[in-house]
């Protein structure tokens, strides 16, 4: 079992911190799974970017999560060279949430309403970096579908997860017409491989 693991000391209240997670999870597109006994958080699919997984827990100002990947049946962590192309987004977006979890957040005077909640301002996850990638590996995915289907493949493998994960950013349209591309892309780079085996 190989996870990524990080564990941070964070003097936050539990529901800020339970906000952030929740609003995390919802815009990566993570869903309650049950991995072998253990409730996890997984995300991505099988055939085109592999499934990405995630627990996370916050107790007496503690915060500790593990993510990790599998390959093959077996568990992936953040580092190293194999499935590096789909590690380093996963981690840059942790990373991205733990610098929102860290975040300065100020109770105005007089902020709490009738019902006692409080309504604050803070800063969450946008994952519009990856729409715009998604939109350019689609494009790049047409491209080299026509000359070179593997390249075209993989480059439409790379714009449907970075589509995935910016369809919940600010930039939703441009992460869906990147991944109708990409889809496209692979689709042409399958005739294209085929006519050459078959000519």
Same mark, same amino acid.
């Given at each position: 079992?190989?996870?990524?693991?990080?564990?941070?000391?964070?003097?936050?209240?539990?529901?800020?911190?339970?906000?952030?997670?929740?609003?995390?999870?919802?815009?990566?597109?993570?869903?309650?799974?049950?991995?072998?006994?253990?409730?996890?958080?997984?995300?991505?699919?099988?055939?085109?970017?592999?499934?990405?997984?995630?627990?996370?827990?916050?107790?007496?100002?503690?915060?500790?999560?593990?993510?990790?990947?599998?390959?093959?049946?077996?568990?992936?962590?953040?580092?190293?060279?194999?499935?590096?192309?789909?590690?380093?987004?996963?981690?840059?977006?942790?990373?991205?949430?733990?610098?929102?979890?860290?975040?300065?957040?100020?109770?105005?005077?007089?902020?709490?309403?009738?019902?006692?909640?409080?309504?604050?301002?803070?800063?969450?996850?946008? *994952?519009? =970096?990856?729409?715009?990638?998604?939109?350019?590996?689609? +494009?790049?995915? $047409?491209?080299?579908? &026509?000359? %070179?289907? /593997?390249?075209?493949?993989?480059?439409?493998?790379?714009?449907?997860?970075?589509?995935?994960?910016?369809?919940?950013?600010?930039?939703?349209?441009?992460? *869906?017409? =990147?991944?109708?591309?990409?889809?496209?892309?692979?689709? +042409?780079?399958? $005739?294209?491989?085929? &006519?050459? %085996?078959? /000519?």
């Amino acid at each position: 079992m190989s996870r990524y693991v990080k564990d941070m000391p964070l003097n936050k209240d539990p529901k800020f911190v339970s906000f952030m997670m929740n609003d995390y999870l919802a815009k990566n597109r993570f869903t309650l799974f049950d991995y072998k006994g253990e409730q996890v958080y997984r995300a991505g699919d099988a055939m085109l970017e592999g499934f990405k997984y995630l627990k996370w827990s916050f107790e007496d100002g503690n915060f500790h999560i593990e993510a990790w990947m599998k390959s093959m049946g077996k568990e992936m962590g953040l580092d190293g060279f194999v499935g590096c192309l789909q590690k380093k987004p996963y981690k840059e977006s942790l990373e991205q949430l733990y610098t929102l979890l860290e975040q300065d957040v100020e109770i105005p005077e007089g902020a709490e309403g009738a019902d006692g909640s409080v309504t604050v301002a803070v800063n969450t996850v946008d *994952n519009a =970096g990856a729409a715009k990638i998604a939109l350019v590996f689609g +494009i790049l995915s $047409i491209v080299t579908a &026509l000359l %070179i289907p /593997l390249a075209g493949i993989l480059f439409g493998c790379l714009g449907v997860n970075r589509a995935r994960l910016g369809s919940g950013s600010s930039m939703a349209k441009q992460a *869906n017409i =990147g991944k109708v591309l990409s889809v496209i892309g692979v689709v +042409i780079a399958l $005739i294209n491989w085929l &006519l050459a %085996i078959l /000519l």
